[in-house]
Every structure is written in C-alpha cells, then in structure tokens.
C-alpha cells in the first residue's frame, strides 16, 4: 500500500484506480492550460500597461512631445525605461531601446568612433586614454531619470 503522509490524492486515486489515469492526466492538462492561459493575460496586461504609458509619455498632447534631446523624441527604441530586448541602458546615454552604435541621443558626426575618445582611428578596447571624454550629446539632451 501507499504512505499517506507522501502521497497527493491523484497518486493514491492512480495506485488505486488504475483505470483513472486518462482522467487525472485530462484534469492536469486542463490546469495547465489555464495556468498557461492566466499568464498570458497577465503579460497582455502588463505589456498594455506598458504600450499605453510609453504612448502618454510620447503623444503629442498640447504639441509638448517629449524629447530625451533635440528632435529626438522618446519611443520604443529610445525609452527612459527597459523595453523589450534591451534590458541594458545604451552605455552613452543611458537609455533603452537602442546601443551606442545606434545612439539617437549623440551628435550624428560621432558614429563610428571610439566611443571613450571620440576619434577615428581606434576602437574603446585600444583607447589608451583612461577617463572618458565629455559625451558629444545633441542639444538639450536630458538624462532619462529627468522622465521617472
């Protein structure tokens, strides 16, 4: 026989009822699926929430869009907050969405740079300069804490 004490109700209905097991193995199915089913709806609603925040930050209410710098607006690959696939800040202007090779928040002369010192004939991990230079940002940059 069974030990009570370590057995869950289905193993004894199972040890028991052999002719049982297609229904219990129906019962788990169908809790798993709800499980997968809540999880879902709570991504969605996560993610909603998420869309409909970043959309507010970004709409153009009373023609005050709001820019992380000069006609850079925030969006899903500019975001003061992680965003999906990026959930590390650009190491230049600390924001989401986007890495220093693609930094919208940069003057456009300084792509393709060391991104340390900012000239063109190395790249960071030969740069023999140690601190790192002023960071070229566009006009009126503002850091992403300025937006939390």
């Excluded at 991504?43 to 970004?58: K, R, V």
């Excluded at 900012?118 to 002023?134: A, D, G, I, R």
Aim: charged share 15%; net charge neutral.
């Amino acid at each position: 026989m069974t030990d009570p004490d370590t057995t869950t109700n289905s193993d004894f209905i199972i040890l028991e009822h052999p002719e049982k097991i297609d229904t219990i193995s129906h019962i788990y199915i169908h809790t798993i699926n709800n499980i997968t089913n809540q999880f879902k709806m709570i991504l969605s609603t996560i993610t909603s929430s998420y869309n409909n925040t970043l959309s507010s930050i970004t709409s153009n209410s009373n023609k005050n869009i709001q820019e992380s710098s000069e006609n850079t607006p925030l969006s899903i690959t500019n975001s003061p907050w992680p965003v999906l696939n990026h959930s590390s800040p650009c190491y230049l202007c600390h924001y989401y969405g986007h890495g220093n090779a693609t930094c919208p928040n940069i003057t456009e002369n300084m792509f393709n740079k060391c991104i340390r010192c900012f000239n063109t004939n190395h790249l960071s991990t030969n740069c023999s300069q140690k601190e790192q230079s002023p960071i070229p940002f566009k006009k009126n940059y503002k850091s992403p804490i300025k937006f939390l």
